[in-house]
């Protein structure tokens, strides 16, 4: 069993920024791949961007290129996605997730990820 937990969520306007958080248990768990979903209201969970479990890959959907960052911390027990330059596109619930990959690539597809996080939310509106 994995255990996340995202934080950071809130309300901000267009051009703003947020920096979320995801927090694992267990650090014997924590090399394994990490992505970073939203799902909009009517919409289907897309997913954003993703960090190997080794090397420290990223991959990021091509909306958020540029303007996104996902990192992880030197214990690897926490992913961050900073959040740049926000648009009213962004507003969604965004959701951590672990997938069971040890090695240099980070699949950013739903079926790869075996835990979710319960999801924090962000709203980008004036």
């Known amino acids: 069993q994995v255990q996340l937990v995202e934080s950071g969520g809130g309300l901000v306007q267009p051009g703003g920024s947020l920096r979320l958080s995801c927090s694992t248990s267990?650090?014997?768990?924590?090399?394994?791949?990490i992505g970073w979903f939203r799902q909009a209201p009517g919409k289907e969970r897309e997913g954003v961007s993703c960090?190997?479990?080794?090397?420290?890959?990223?991959d990021y959907a091509d909306s958020v290129k540029g303007r996104f960052t996902i990192s992880r911390d030197k214990g690897k027990s926490t992913v961050y996605l900073q959040m740049n330059s926000l648009q009213p596109a962004d507003t969604a619930v965004y959701f951590c997730a672990w997938g069971p990959w040890s090695g240099y690539r980070c699949p950013r597809v739903r079926s790869a990820y075996d835990y979710w996080g319960q999801g924090t939310q962000v709203t980008v509106s004036t």
């Open positions: 960090i190997s479990g080794r090397g420290g890959i990223t």
């Open positions: 267990g650090s014997t768990l924590a090399n394994f791949a």
